[in-house]
């Protein structure tokens, strides 16, 4: 067992969930701390710097949304929404403000709990059988440092966050061949084939991706869309390559 336990901050107003996640997530190794409103949420962050954030959306002084914009701003941390709403436009919204995942109420605890463990092992899911032995790939003007995990555009590091690491890594695993979206969500984020999953996860990850790396990212030139199919990054030529 290791002597650093990981640490998850939950942040839901509800006591009852609070407590129960609380218990079963120590019960399964991990160090627990809470939070019962966004304004706390921020402090307690500051306070304990978790290794994952759960967060609540509906909530007192600050809702999940500004909280993730807030966090978003100082740090790459994993985020999982609790999202009780009912419209999937409004859960894509804490993606599109940088989560990494959400998990929609009523929910099972093990179904968060298989969440959480997805999203912390995330580092050592990708299969980089492409990547050259230095670990570093330049495409342009974009480097990108797997070792590091890392990415920079001319001499500016870009910052993004683990889950947008491991999906622009799988991708240029096997550049110039697509990926599509359930298998992106199996390697990436751990959802089975066989669960129905909405594919617009991927979909509002690749946006970020786009934004932070693409110089138009309305017409991109790296991470490119294969019709009927999914995602790919544009084909890395080698040295000695025509």
């Known amino acids: 067992m290791d002597s650093q336990k990981e640490k998850i901050l939950v942040v839901d107003d509800e006591a009852s969930i609070r407590r129960i996640l609380e218990t079963r997530l120590a019960m399964i190794g991990y160090d627990v701390v809470t939070a019962a409103d966004g304004e706390e949420a921020l402090d307690t962050f500051r306070d304990s710097q978790p290794d994952l954030v759960v967060l609540d959306v509906m909530m007192p002084k600050l809702d999940g949304y500004g909280v993730c914009q807030e966090l978003r701003k100082e740090s790459d941390v994993p985020i999982i929404m609790l999202t009780a709403l009912g419209d999937v436009a409004d859960r894509i919204t804490g993606l599109e403000l940088g989560a990494d995942d959400y998990v929609v109420k009523p929910f099972s605890p093990k179904e ?16 980089s059988t492409g990547i050259p032995s230095s670990g570093v790939i330049q495409v342009n003007t974009i480097r990108i440092d797997t070792n590091k995990r890392q990415v920079y555009k001319g001499d500016e590091r870009i910052r993004l966050t683990g889950m947008e690491f ?12 697509p990926f599509s979206r359930s298998e992106i ?12 999953v909405d594919t617009r996860v991927v979909d509002v990850h690749i946006s970020r991706l786009r934004a932070k790396l693409e110089e138009d990212p309305s017409n991109p030139e790296l991470i490119l869309t294969a019709r009927g199919t999914g995602y790919l990054f544009q084909r890395i030529i080698e040295p000695g390559e025509e």
Do not use: C, F, M
């Open 112 to 127: 968060l709990e298989a969440r959480i463990r997805s999203v912390l092992r995330r580092v050592d899911k990708i299969n």
């Open 185 to 196: 969500l199996q390697e990436v984020w751990g959802y089975t084939p066989e669960r129905h």
């Open 166 to 177: 491991s999906l622009l890594e799988l991708l240029v695993s096997r550049s110039g061949e």
